[in-house]
């Protein structure tokens, strides 16, 4: 199986991680993964810290002339922000710092509540590793399952569907919808829905107000069987899910019709079942399950819609309190975004890509990429003659 860990603050030297379980032999680059990161720091509404960090990632180890080697893969990007950071957030003892402390807590951020767990009296311990920054380290582990998934024909694509109640018509073609999404600013297939988002985001700023909104993604041409209904954790269904939602700031996720089919009958819900005989395949003419029955994978595009929250800093800071004086303070505004949605959805991509390959490692095994692949046609061969 696959793991990672994760390490590293905001404003720390870099961010960091190690991942273990990829097969020997898969090839992969810098290079693209770095397209990623660039995604990730795009979309209308992002904040000044784009404008400083320009990701990207460093293999250090694990990586040899491009294939990996079957050892754990170490992944790092360098923070540029901390040079000017460096004696706040410097590892060696010495007194504590008394420039930028945070004392005031953020209404929707993890500050008050991890202050008090881990016994912190400067907030920015907190903020610093609860801060979405941390994506760009996840975003890049996303790549590397992105490039295993893709030794197999399958890919994980995203676009906006929804920002500040300006929704996007549902495409009918994803890769199309991925296509058309790329071009836009908000990350959008639909270029009039677009534009509306843009004036959305504007209206927004002007206030001094945030955005959240709904970002789908979809993984295609998914072979049947991935996942179990064995165990309750290992449903890969329970399993996508909980990847969306450790993303920063999501606060819901749903599968194919999702929460819609609790409002239809069931008639209206389940997907038909048929056999093809001119391929000898069993087909489905719909998709309302998001290609996942039984938390396992039935040959269908997956599909997954997130909601993400408006983002918690406001440049119209909400009440707080003081967690020395214990007096009413508005709340310290940290650098921040307006709307993050369009960035959201490629984290999404690259923690969905995480699981999927994960699925795939889990299914069909080996040490090195070829033997998973010996292992794939076999039991693509299967399922035709099954």
């Known amino acids: 199986m696959l793991r990672y860990l994760n390490a590293g603050e905001s404003h720390g030297r870099g961010l960091m991680a190690v991942v273990e379980g990829v097969p ?27 404008r400083i960090e320009k990701d990207r990632i460093e293999f250090i180890c694990g990586v ?34 008394t420039e930028r402390v945070v004392t005031r807590p953020r209404p929707g951020h993890a ?24 994506t760009a380290i996840r975003v890049a582990i996303g790549g ?17 569907m929804d920002i500040g109640g300006v929704a996007a018509p549902s495409p009918n073609d994803p890769l199309m919808a991925y296509e058309h999404a790329e071009q836009s600013e908000v990350r959008c297939h639909d270029p009039e829905t677009a534009k509306k988002m843009v004036e959305q985001i504007r209206a927004a700023k002007h206030k001094g107000d945030s955005l959240g909104g709904i970002f789908e993604v979809v993984v295609t041409n998914v072979p049947i069987g991935l996942g179990t209904y064995a165990q309750w954790d290992r449903r890969l269904s329970a399993r996508l899910a909980f990847a969306a939602m450790s993303i920063q700031a ?22 038909d079942i048929y056999f093809d005989k001119a391929t000898g395949q069993f087909i ?39 967690i020395e004086t214990k007096e009413p303070f508005e709340a310290t505004v940290e650098r921040s975004d307006i709307c993050t949605v369009p960035a959201a959805g490629v ?32 039991y693509q061969e299967y399922v035709r003659t099954f």
Do not use: C
């Not at 992969?28 to 990161?37: F, G, K, P, R, S």
């Not at 002339?65 to 010495?94: F, H, Q, R, V």
């Not at 991509?349 to 046609?377: H, P, Q, S």
């Open 347 to 378: 984290v999404g991509e690259a923690v969905i890509a995480y699981e999927m390959a994960n699925a795939l490692i889990e299914k069909f095994g080996g040490d090195t990429l070829d033997e998973m692949k010996r292992n794939f046609e076999a």
């Open 250 to 271: 999501m606060k819901g996720v749903e599968i194919g019709m999702g929460f819609e089919s609790a409002r239809r009958f069931g008639s209206e819900v389940h997907d």
């Open 284 to 322: 489905r003419k719909s998709n309302n399950a998001g290609g996942l029955e039984g938390g396992i994978t039935n040959g269908q595009p997956i599909v997954l819609r997130v909601a993400m929250k408006p983002i918690a800093t406001l440049y119209t800071p909400k009440d707080s309190v003081d």
């Open 24 to 50: 020997s032999g898969l090839p992969v680059t810098a290079e693209e993964i770095n397209v990623d990161l660039i995604r990730r720091q795009g979309g209308y509404g992002r904040g000044g810290r784009m």
């Open 144 to 160: 590397v399952a992105k490039s295993l998934l893709a030794q197999f024909d399958m890919r994980v694509v995203s676009y906006t």
């Open 111 to 134: 500050d008050l509540v991890g202050a008090i767990k881990y016994g912190h009296r400067d907030i920015r311990n907190v903020l610093e590793k609860a801060s979405a920054r941390e």
């Open 64 to 97: 040899r002339k491009g294939k990996t080697l079957g050892n754990p893969l170490g992944l790092l990007i360098w923070n540029k922000d901390w040079e000017n950071w460096k004696d706040i957030m410097a590892s060696e003892p010495g007194p504590p710092s």
